[in-house]
């Protein structure tokens, strides 16, 4: 039997402010470029080549983790690009179900979003 994200991942997704971004230790748009997998499938380590910066990231490429990667509401794929918000743990940072990690190129990706990122776009939260 084949378990869906909504089994995993219960939290609300409603309107995201500025002030919430703070909370996190890495804000940033990249491409994704790489994914690998643990033997179990359930550690993925998601390679990106970062667009823009907002938080917390100083490199080109970076690397975040997430558990049960198919459970977190966003269906990885290469070449695509992707809003994430991330935390860090065992210095590792790590996204999840109830991050805020969004395909940026959707064309449901949400207006609120558009307008939070010209706000960090112009004031980067380092």
Request: with cysteine; charged share 25%; net charge negative.
């Amino acid at each position: 039997m084949l378990l869906g994200r909504d089994v995993f991942c219960s939290c609300s997704k409603g309107e995201f402010s500025i002030s919430e971004y703070l909370n996190y230790d890495a804000v940033f748009t990249g491409e994704l470029v790489l994914i690998s997998k643990d033997s179990l499938d359930i550690e993925w380590n998601i390679k990106l080549k970062l667009i823009d910066k907002y938080r917390g990231v100083l490199d080109d490429t970076i690397s975040v983790y997430n558990s049960w990667a198919f459970s977190n509401g966003v269906d990885f794929e290469l070449n695509k690009k992707y809003l994430v918000s991330a935390a860090k743990n065992n210095n590792k940072l790590w996204t999840s179900c109830c991050d805020r990690t969004v395909d940026f190129e959707s064309s449901d990706f949400p207006d609120y979003l558009k307008k939070i990122l010209v706000f960090l776009t112009l004031k980067t939260f380092m």
